[in-house]
Structure formats: C-alpha cells, structure tokens
C-alpha cells in the first residue's frame, strides 16, 4: 500500500474513473430512464469527464495540483446536465483542496474531497439529499474519518467507497421519486463506480484502457485506401420492438450483408451498428420487429476522403475546435442566447429575436462551453440565457463568471416557458425591466409533454404499457394513453380547469403533419373556449409540447 500519491497515479485514477462510466453508461442512463425515456446522466456524467479525458491521456503533470487543475479546468466548460455540473464543482473544489501539493496524502485528499462537497453544495441553490451530493458528502466523512485512523491512501479510498455504497442504497428512501421507482439515484451510482474504479487502480485490480490513448499525434488516414473500406455505409439505429420476433434473427441478417455489427437486445428495444453496403435493406429489415426510434448513416468513404484531404491540405495554423472565441464587442444593450432542438424551434427562437441557438435539449444537455461559446459571440453588454430545461439550468449558471458579458439565467424550465418569455423580449427595455418581465412570463405557462413509455410499469398510481403515449404536465405523470383518441380526451381534464386564453401545440419529428393537424383540431374541439394554434417544432424525444397559458 502507498501513502501518497503523485500527479501520474492521479491522472490514471480518473482516466480510470472514466472508463467505468463509459463502460456503465447505459446502466446508469437506465436509472433515470422510468418511465419516460429521458435518462441520460450517465451521458452527461460520461461527457463531462470525458471533457478532461483525453488531455490526460496525453500528458502526465509532474504532480497532483497541475493534474487536478487541468481536470477541473475542462471539466468547468464540459460540464452537462445537473450530474455533470455537480461532478464539475467536486472536482472544482478538489482541486482547490490539493493546491500547491507535489504529491497528497491520504489525509490531504480526504479533505480536498470535503472540500470539493463543500463547493458544490455551496453552488446549488437547493440542494436535495438523495442525491450525489449526499453520496459524495458522506464519501468524504468515510474518507476523512479513515485519514485520522492510517496513513494508507488505500484504505481511505476504501473506507470512502464503502460509505458511498451505503449512501446509495439509502437514496432510493430519501427521494421521494426515487422511493415510487424503486431505484437508487442515477448520479450517485455513477460517483460510486468512479470511486471503485479509482481504489481498483491503487489495488491493481483496474488498468488505464490504453486503447483511448493516441499511439500516433494524428491517425495518417492517407495510408488507408478507399479500396480497404469493404463496407460503405456506417449505420446506425434503434427499433422499439413490437412483437416477439428474435433479435438472433437480425444479428443473423447483419452477418450476411456486413461487418462491425454490435447488437445489444432488451425488453423494449433492439440497438444495432453495423457497416454495409445496403443500409436500406439493413432498415427495412430493422422494420419487422418495430417502430425505428433512431438512425443514423454515415458514409466511411466521404469521412475518410474528407479526413485524407485535410491532412494534405497543411493549414498554416490549426484551430482548437473546443477554443472558446473572445466576447465580441457590443453592439446592443441585450441580447438573447436560446436553447433548443429541433430545426422548427430553432427557427421560431431566431424569429422571436434570439441572437444564438445552442442545440440541446432532453437527453442531449449541451455543455457549459457550449452556453459559453453562444454567450461570447452575441454581440450585446447583457446577454439572457434561456436554458429551457431543468437539467440545463445549471450548466447555463456556470458561464457567469467565465465571460466579460454579464450574463442572465432565465430559469425556464421548458421551451414553451422559454417561447412565452421571449416574445416579451424588446430592445426598449432596460436589461433590469426585461429579467422581471422574463421570469414573470415563466409562472403564466404551463407544459404538457407527450412522449412514450420506456417499459411496463407502475408509476404514481398509473398502469403502464410499454409504447403507449405517456403525458406529463408540469414534470407530473397525467397518464398513459394507448392511442391519439384516448391521448386527447386524458388532456382535457388536466386543461379545462386552467382556463387557458391560448393553447399551442408543438409536434415533434416523429409526427406527421397530418397527425398533427388531426391531434390538434381534437384538442381544440374540446377546449372551445381557448385558441388553439399548431406549429411545427421538430423537436426529438417528445412527439408533443403543448403550451397552455
């Protein structure tokens, strides 16, 4: 055993640590994911490690400050999504903590690690117990306790995961959500297997995976011919499955016109990546099982072409892709930066006055340097954030201090609150008048989200069926509905006693128009009093958003 630990050992910790939420990533999004398919902290938490990844994985500090300063630098800008803000802020203070140290005993990184508990539970304006914080506050008072004990780096780290692992499991009964899922808090899961994948480094029992690494400064895509790509097409895609049809069958097909092929089959859907020649057939077949959810196809010979060229191309001076761009000057007294997805929202933001649009949304959280590129190249003194989603506010915070601008977070907590406040935008007003006008807007809206259910389920006293369209309005279950006709008549009494003057109705990309349109005059019919306009939003996720004000 050891009793300290230098900037290397620190550096294949966390590259360690990284590993294990890439590896569990989709275990840890499954968490979250009951019952509406939005689970994505393990992404998030994946991302914003994966932010400072591959730095250390080409650089070893000399000792544990450098290592834990530039870990905490990129993980400041990469951070997405509540777990990965809160991940970014530990890590924040951590590295605080260990300032100033060539190596950190197992006493300096106990308390760096309550440090790094103290900075986040400082940042977050409400801190909720069930959650990673508590996990990680009381992996630090196991860490702090076993310090004072022995000297051994190891069995503080040990003592930290096992108080971690009781935390966790205590999640499921301090949150109430939690307690009716029946699951452990995602986030705090994912602490834990970092943790674990950091004492089984020091134990000898995990190894940094080399194949992240770069074995070459650039991959020499020239010495590869177009002829040795076999397979054209990358693809891509997820089938909700609608009957009982074997997946063997599938992976069978794939064997025949491709290569590459990764399967992964649960209860509610089939996820394939294949190379082929045929991705139309690859897709038709995908068909007969079920509805596609995803697809995605890219052609390897372009990328590699395209790859080819702009090695030979020589730039005099090669850009950092993740370079934040200085705040241009000002040219206005506000402006607004939006976030969104979906190419008809995007349009309806710019239309309403947005200077920049930062594509994100449920399940794909842009990251604080996202936010922050958008915010710098507004040409405005006062720049308003409109996050647009809970799990996005946070991220949006961090660009405060990160940007001459002066910057202002709108908490809106759904497009539509974000659509409601931005149509009260006006240069006229001062950047004081437009923030209350702003959050004023928020608390005259509400949301009705329509997407379908993950997995039979029991939830909140609602039966569920895998498939069936699930609706929620302001983030609370209404129901699960089994088609278009009993979906509109189970929204009906969650709007009527609302009154609402105006009721709009966003339809996702998933949705034909003509679906739309007929969704759309249903619901109108039964709310006569109100006036009820479609527009397309073309949003992912959600086959509906339905603004009531």
Same mark, same amino acid.
């Given at each position: ?42 992404? %998030? ?17 000399? %000792?544990?400050?450098? @290592?834990? @300063? ?33 190596? #950190? ?24 117990? !069930? @959650? ?6 009381? +992996? ?15 069995? *503080?780290?040990?003592?930290a995961l096992e108080s971690a692992r009781a935390a966790l499991a205590e999640t499921v ?5 939690? /307690? ?17 994948? *950091? ?15 770069? =074995? ?6 020239? +010495? ?20 009982? /049809? ?39 077949? #995908? ?12 052609? *390897? ?16 001076? $090669? ?50 340097? &996202? ?18 989603? /809970? ?20 908490? =809106? ?8 406040? *931005?149509?009260?935008?006006?240069? &006229? ?14 608390? @005259? ?15 909140? !006293? ?47 990309? &998933? ?6 349109? /007929?969704? =759309?005059?249903q619901l109108g019919e039964k709310l006569p009093e109100a006036e009820t306009s479609l527009?397309?939003?073309? $949003? ?10």
């Amino acid at each position: 055993m050891r009793e300290y630990i230098d900037g290397a050992a620190l550096r294949d910790m966390l590259l360690c640590a990284y590993d294990a939420l890439e590896e569990n990533e989709q275990a840890i999004n499954e968490l979250n994911v009951f019952p509406v398919p939005d689970g994505d902290t393990g992404a %998030n938490m994946r991302l914003t490690l994966g932010s400072a990844a591959a730095d250390l994985r080409q650089n070893t500090a000399a %000792n544990v400050t450098d @290592t834990a @300063t530039r870990v905490a630098s990129a993980l400041l800008r990469g951070a997405r999504g509540n777990s990965g803000v809160i991940l970014s802020l530990l890590f924040r203070g951590l590295s605080k903590g260990l300032k100033k140290l060539e190596t #950190a005993t197992a006493e300096d990184f106990a308390q760096a690690m309550t440090a790094g508990v103290e900075a986040a539970y400082k940042a977050v304006m409400k801190p909720a117990e !069930g @959650t990673i914080l508590t996990v990680s506050r009381l +992996a630090a008072d196991g860490a702090v306790e076993a310090s004072e004990r022995s000297p051994w780096f190891e069995e *503080m780290l040990s003592a930290a995961l096992e108080s971690a692992r009781a935390a966790l499991a205590e999640t499921v009964n301090q949150n109430p959500v939690l /307690k009716k899922a029946g699951v452990v808090d995602a986030g705090g899961y994912g602490y834990v297997l970092m943790l674990d994948a *950091m004492l089984g480094y020091l134990e000898g029992r995990v190894t940094v995976n080399q194949a992240g690494g770069v =074995s070459k400064a650039k991959a020499d895509f020239s +010495a590869i011919a177009d002829e040795e790509i076999k397979y054209t097409y990358c693809t891509e895609f997820i089938v909700r499955k609608a009957n009982k /049809k074997s997946a063997d069958l599938l992976r069978a097909y794939l064997g025949n016109v491709g290569d590459s092929i990764v399967l992964v089959d649960d209860d509610d859907i089939i996820k394939v990546h294949v190379h082929t020649n045929a991705p139309g057939k690859v897709l038709t077949q #995908a068909l007969t099982y079920g509805a596609l959810i995803t697809v995605k196809v890219e052609n *390897m010979r372009e990328q590699h072409t395209s790859l080819e060229d702009a090695q030979t191309a020589q730039p005099a001076e $090669q850009a950092d892709p993740h370079a934040i761009p200085d705040p241009v000057p000002a040219e206005k007294p506000v402006g607004a930066v939006c976030v969104c997805a979906g190419d008809g929202l995007e349009e309806l933001f710019r239309q309403l006055g947005a200077d920049g649009i930062v594509s994100g949304g449920q399940t794909m959280n842009p990251a604080t340097e &996202d936010i922050l590129r958008a915010v710098n190249l507004t040409p405005a003194e006062t720049v308003f954030v409109f996050p647009n989603n /809970k799990n996005i506010i946070m991220a949006a915070e961090q660009c405060i201090p990160l940007t001459s601008k002066k910057v202002i977070v709108i908490p =809106s907590r759904t497009v539509c609150q974000g659509i409601s406040a *931005m149509m009260r935008l006006s240069p &006229d007003m001062s950047a004081q008048d437009l923030e209350a006008d702003f959050n004023d807007a928020l608390s @005259t809206v509400h949301t009705l989200q329509v997407t379908y259910a993950a997995r039979d389920s029991q939830f909140d !006293g609602y039966d569920i069926h895998a498939g069936e369209y699930l609706a929620l309005m302001d983030g609370a279950l209404v129901g699960s509905f089994a088609d278009a006709g009993a979906l509109v008549d189970g929204l009906v009494p969650s709007i009527a006693p609302l009154s609402p003057e105006f009721v709009t109705v966003y339809f996702g990309q &998933d949705v034909a128009q003509e679906d739309a349109e /007929k969704f =759309s005059g249903q619901l109108g019919e039964k709310l006569p009093e109100a006036e009820t306009s479609l527009i397309r939003g073309g $949003q992912p996720v959600y086959y509906y958003m339905i603004s009531v004000e």
